[in-house]
Structure formats: C-alpha cells, structure tokens
C-alpha cells in the first residue's frame, strides 16, 4: 500500500517503475502496444470531435500513463506549437515506432489524420490482444507448475503427520 502511495506521488519511483515496466522483455513490448492504441484511440476520438491537435495532445498525455510517454507527448505538443508536423516531431522522440510514424505522415499529407489514427489504434489493439494471447499461453505452464508444487507441499504438510502417528504406535 506505501509503494502505490509513492508510486503515485513521487516523480522519481514512478519515472524507475515505468523504465522498469517498458524495458521487462515480454511485458514491455504488450505494455507498449497497450499505450499507443489508447493514444491513438484518444486522439482519434477527440480530433472527431473537433479539438484542435494541441489541446487534443495535451488532453491525451495523461492518458498514456506512463512518465516517459507522457513526456514525448508534451514534447509533440511543443514541437506542435513551433510549427512543425506531427510526424516529424515524432521522429524526434523515440518512444514512437516507424509503423506509426509512417502513419501519421500518410493521414497528414492525404488530410484524413482522423482515420490514421483509427486504422493505427485497431493495429495496435489487435497486436496487444495477439501479444496478450501468446504471453498467457507461455506461462500456462508455469502457473500450472506452481501450482502443482504448492498442492503437492500441502497435500505432503497434511498426511505427513498422520503417517508418523501410524508409525509411533
């Protein structure tokens, strides 16, 4: 309970746990797809309604959850304000991969950002339910392991005493 109440106020143990959780080998990559179909949904969602690109990133930052992101965000909005396109000021923070760069470029120069971003958060849903899949299904086995080990210790820690009191008599 004190780790989620640092975790929340405390710049610093949320900046290291949200490393940690992008940088873990398989969580991190389906964490990753999770963060960038919300983005893309959001932006999607709020650029339909009307809103402008910069209020739209501004109101998707904390969205991301997660500092990192939440920070190449602000940085877009930034790169926004001075005039450049969106695509290149994604260019510039790496937490953006190719695919979705690529996407954005194309929703920029054919006027149909809106639907880009649609197209790029069903990908990227579709991609973390896939990831999501394929993870559960490898640690399918070691749940059933472990939990094989921790029925056998109790089944074991239960008749044990009663085979040592069939002996002593």
Not at 74 to 93: K, V, Y
Request: glycine share 6%.
């Amino acid at each position: 309970m004190g780790l989620l109440h640092r975790y929340r106020h405390t710049h610093r143990v949320r900046h290291c746990l949200d490393h940690l959780w992008l940088a873990s080998p398989w969580l991190g990559e389906v964490a990753k797809k999770i963060i960038l179909a919300r983005i893309a949904r959001t932006l999607s969602t709020l650029l339909t309604t009307g809103l402008p690109l910069p209020d739209a990133l501004a109101l998707t930052a904390p969205v991301a959850a997660n500092c990192h992101f939440e920070a190449a965000i602000e940085a877009l909005q930034q790169d926004i304000a001075t005039g450049q396109p969106l695509s290149l000021a994604m260019h510039r923070q790496p937490l953006f991969p190719p695919l979705l760069q690529q996407m954005v470029r194309a929703g920029e120069e054919s006027a149909s950002l809106i639907n880009m971003f649609e197209k790029t958060a069903e990908f990227y849903e579709s991609a973390a339910d896939h990831a999501a899949g394929i993870l559960g299904q490898c640690l399918e086995p070691l749940i059933m392991l472990t939990l094989g080990v921790l029925i056998g210790a109790l089944v074991i820690a239960m008749y044990l005493p009663l085979f040592r009191l069939g002996n002593a008599l």
